[in-house]
């Protein structure tokens, strides 16, 4: 049995590679992000027409402006917006009649389907809405997605593909206000981005993201529609893989829409946080371990606290990186700067999470617990 000095010995090299593999990991990260947000300027558009799809669930912060956003798109061909919910009481149910009395011109259809199907509310939501899609190309969108007047367009010119099956969308944070909404919209922008954007590059990823999912009614049609997903927690990552799995391809262009952060309370933060965690540690466990290079700081901090040489040198350089790495993507997708404080806030609490993420397979989401099962799938806890 090693000691208790060895055991100090080996955690200390650990953390001490890790941090500088960290470190390498946040500046290549940081150097890839400025090839990004490069959004292709239309200069025609398609008259193709298109149904967009909006899975509603309360009166969030804003809904009526994205949901207006919606009607005055730049798109040369008839738009049909249908927004779903699941309950008459619903308050999203009056935005959606405020933006239908301001846009009569516009096709905008309100479903209220009380049925409700499956483990996932909001793909039971989607499943409510597909009978009522009348055009053939498909676009779903969370609710909490913020979008410019060229969103269709841009979406439809990538499906002019006929190898590509579907399109998706990198999102970056945008806080709604207040302290644990501005942390979120930094574990967006300054780890969950990153990541996706050095898997794209070195093609170890294959994502699909709830941000924004474009494709062909006929593509749709042949992954059996919305009904397979009722089950799983990561819906739009199964969505991605039917599509490939029917031999097509999924497109990620070079340009992010703005996903809503809510987060009111540091409780909020951890179960929004956590709930992401362990749906991307189930559907990819071997990525999300690598996930560790995103916490050089912490890993230099175990390691100075276990004796590592050049303490300050170390803690600086890593936090530097992530320094570096916050402002790369900042300044390539133009978003609000946050102070460093604020960064290093993040980086430890989510350090906390990423650790007790191992540690269990329940989730909260909407108010109800769920258990995730390896394959991805959920079911809600018997005790609620």
């Not at 090299?13 to 990991?25: D, K, P, Q, R, T």
């Not at 890839?32 to 309360?58: E, Q, Y």
């Not at 841009?154 to 302290?179: F, K, P």
């Not at 590592?308 to 900042?330: W, Y």
Request: aromatic share 8%; hydrophobic share 45%.
């Amino acid at each position: 049995m090693p000691g208790l000095s060895e055991t100090v010995h080996v955690v200390r090299e650990i953390c001490i590679a890790g941090a500088i593999l960290g470190i390498v990991y946040n500046i290549l990260a940081a150097i890839l992000a400025t090839r990004f947000n490069r959004p292709s300027t239309l200069d025609r558009f398609s008259t193709r027409p298109v149904t967009i799809l909006k899975p509603l669930h309360g009166s969030e912060p804003g809904l009526f402006q994205r949901l207006a956003s919606l009607c005055k798109q730049r798109h040369g061909g008839k738009i049909q917006l249908i927004c779903g919910t699941q309950q008459c009481a619903d308050p999203a149910n009056q935005v959606v009649r405020l933006v239908q009395r301001l846009h009569p011109a516009m096709e905008i259809d309100l479903v209220v389907g009380d049925r409700l199907r499956g483990e996932n509310p909001k793909i039971a939501n989607l499943v409510n809405l597909e009978a009522k899609i009348r055009h053939e190309i498909v676009v779903l969108s969370d609710s909490d997605i913020v979008v410019d007047d060229q969103f269709v367009g841009r979406l439809v010119a990538e499906l002019d593909n006929s190898q590509i099956g579907a399109v998706t969308c990198l999102y970056q944070g945008v806080a709604s206000g207040g302290v644990w909404a501005k942390i979120s919209a930094l574990n967006i922008n300054a780890q969950f981005l990153p990541n996706v954007i050095i898997a794209l590059t070195f093609g170890a990823a294959k994502p699909c993201f709830g941000s924004a999912i474009a494709m062909r009614k006929d593509v749709l049609r042949r992954i059996g529609g919305f009904q397979p997903f009722l089950d799983e927690l990561a819906d739009d990552y199964a969505i991605g893989r039917a599509v490939r799995a029917i031999g097509l391809d999924v497109s990620v262009p070079p340009w992010a829409v703005g996903h809503v952060c809510f987060d009111r309370s540091f409780r909020s933060f951890w179960e929004h946080h956590m709930r992401s965690s362990r749906t991307i540690r189930s559907i990819d466990p071997v990525g999300y371990v690598g996930t560790i290079f995103m916490h050089p700081v912490m890993l230099a901090l175990i390691a100075v606290l276990t004796g590592a040489q050049h303490p300050i040198a170390l803690l600086s350089i890593a936090f530097a990186s992530r320094a570096v790495l916050n402002f790369s993507i900042e300044r390539t997708f133009n978003l609000r700067p946050h102070g460093l404080w604020l960064l290093a806030l993040h980086d430890t609490i989510s350090f906390a999470v990423f650790l007790c993420s191992f540690f269990g397979a329940e989730v909260e989401w909407r108010g109800q617990n769920y258990q995730i099962f390896r394959d991805g799938t959920i079911q809600k806890d018997s005790l609620d």
